[in-house]
């Protein structure tokens, strides 16, 4: 009953280093989604896919890239961590428009 | 563009209490509306949805009716627990997929 799983849940990173966030969901859903989450700001999409093979820019999507791997994974990678991308990052899939998003539980990040 | 607004937090009421929390939402064509609720440490999780018009959502107790009339999808609940407190979230996905959330409502619940 895994759902949508996010690794790693914290990781704290130095200013200029890389690193890739993993998503994984088991639901076999087609569409997968890459969101952070700021005081005060909401959820704000960064990169999107709508299906196997496909990815498309969301709201913030600089600093940041991805690769849907196959049906099942989506990862996020930061080639040049900057402090501004201190943040939590969630991941989330979908079946249908109409039956809303499953996100996972959501990855702590600090840049230094 | 579409957008969300929700009643800014924190909501702080003492255990039993009723519960409102306003949203209210623009939108060019006829979006589908969901409540999602986050709790301490958690990602964020579906609450509620409504599809069309006069729709009700429902579930644990909480509920919201799609008001097109007023561009409104209020949650209620009747009698709010300390396990209630949490985050919630209204959002909006029309037919592009695209999912428009609040910013947000800090629910503290008092014993």
């Known amino acids: 009953n895994a759902g949508v799983t996010q690794t790693p849940k914290f990781q704290v990173l130095k200013t200029g280093q890389s690193m890739t966030l993993q998503c994984a969901q088991d639901?076999?859903?087609?569409?997968m989604y890459w969101y952070r989450q700021d005081p005060g700001m909401g959820l704000r999409l960064i990169y999107y896919?709508?299906?196997?093979?496909?990815?498309d820019k969301g709201e913030v999507p600089n600093g940041y890239n991805v690769s849907r791997l196959n049906k099942r994974e989506f990862s996020l990678r930061l080639e040049s961590a900057a402090p501004s991308q201190t943040s939590v990052y969630f991941c989330?899939?979908?079946?249908?428009?109409?039956?809303?998003?499953?996100f996972g539980d959501g990855t702590r990040l600090s840049i230094l | 563009g579409d957008s969300v607004t929700q009643m800014e937090g924190p909501v702080t009421l003492s255990e039993e209490a009723f519960l409102t929390i306003n949203c209210t939402y623009t939108?060019?064509?006829?979006?589908?509306l969901f409540w999602y609720v986050q709790y301490p440490g958690e990602g964020l999780q579906l609450l509620l949805k409504?599809?069309?018009?006069?729709d009700k959502g429902s579930n644990k107790g909480f509920e919201a009716t799609y008001r097109k009339e007023t561009t409104s999808f209020h949650l209620e609940k009747g009698s709010v627990q300390v396990s209630d407190s949490a985050v919630y979230f209204c959002a909006l996905t029309e037919r592009d997929d695209k999912i428009i959330f609040g910013k947000g409502t800090r629910l503290h619940i008092l014993p």
């Open positions: 639901m076999n859903h087609n569409s």
């Open positions: 939108a060019t064509g006829y979006p589908s």
């Open positions: 896919s709508a299906s196997e093979g496909t990815t």
């Open positions: 409504a599809t069309k018009a006069d």
């Open positions: 989330a899939s979908s079946e249908s428009l109409v039956r809303g998003r499953h």
